[in-house]
T-cell receptor, first 114, second 115 residues
Framework: AAGVIQSPRHLIKEKRETATLKCYPIPRHDTVYWYQQGPGQDPQFLISFYEKMQSDKGSIPDRFSAQQFSDYHSELNMSSLELGDSALYFC?????????????FGEGSRLTVL | DQQVKQNSPSLSVQEGRISILNCDYTNSMFDYFLWYKKYPAEGPTFLISISSIKDKNEDGRFTVFLNKSAKHLSLHIVPSQPGDSAVYFCAASDRYGGSQGNLIFGKGTKLSVKP
């Protein structure tokens, strides 16, 4: 079965650079979530989108922005990168009309800021 | 302030025995609880969930118990198998409230099942 696809899997950037992460949800899933997991930390909710509109916002820094496109894929844009942005970024998707609405996670994109 | 707490960072169990992973929460608006399992280099995978209208949900070797008055839930794995060794995350949401389904995670408990 198709899963959530994230790209790139690994990304190395320097401070003050910009990075973009992409997420392709499971087909027919209309909601996308972004989570950030720092070393030894629990996944922290950043932002979510439902039907291409922002549906909820968590601890996403102002330097970050995200959007969901017409094909339901989502991109997380991170600017003015800081060392503390080094983390594993998970995307998840769900559909209220499918199953019990649990989130299905991708394998994550590991961002390293040098 | 951590709304979902997993106070045991690690747990070691012998194969065939019961594993009990605990989770406490502080937000009384949470009405949906899930357990996710995570292997290294993979994303969390859904294991089992429970709605706040229930106090128990069972799926094969996995049972989740919910005690709303104590704001506590636990995951029981019986019998434990070496392949169960992973990090287990407890997560909660106020699914029918304003959170639109986003999950609040605990810090995880690393389960090691020894042969």
């Amino acid at each position: 079965a198709a899963g959530v696809i994230q790209s790139p899997r690994h990304l190395i950037k320097e401070k003050r650079e910009t990075a973009t992460l992409k997420c392709y949800p499971i087909p027919r899933h209309d909601t996308v979530y972004w989570y950030q997991q720092g070393p030894g930390q629990d996944p922290q909710f950043l932002i979510s989108f439902y039907e291409k509109m922002q549906s909820d916002k968590g601890s996403i820094p102002d330097r970050f922005s995200a959007q969901q496109f017409s094909d339901y894929h989502s991109e997380l844009n991170m600017s003015s990168l800081e060392l503390g942005d080094s983390a594993l970024y998970f995307c998840a998707s769900s559909s209220p009309s499918v199953g019990t609405g649990e989130l299905f996670f991708g394998e994550g994109s590991r961002l390293t800021v040098l | 302030d951590q709304q979902v707490k997993q106070n045991s960072p690690s747990l070691s169990v012998q194969e065939g025995r019961i594993s009990i992973l605990n989770c406490d929460y502080t937000n009384s608006m949470f009405d949906y609880f899930l357990w996710y399992k995570k292997y290294p280099a993979e994303g969390p995978t859904f294991l089992i969930s429970i709605s706040s209208i229930k106090d128990k949900n069972e799926d094969g070797r996995f049972t989740v118990f919910l005690n709303k008055s104590a704001k506590h839930l636990s995951l029981h794995i019986v019998p434990s198998q070496p392949g169960d060794s992973a990090v287990y995350f407890c997560a909660a949401s106020d699914r029918y409230g304003g959170s639109q389904g986003n999950l609040i995670f605990g810090k995880g408990t690393k389960l090691s099942v020894k042969p």
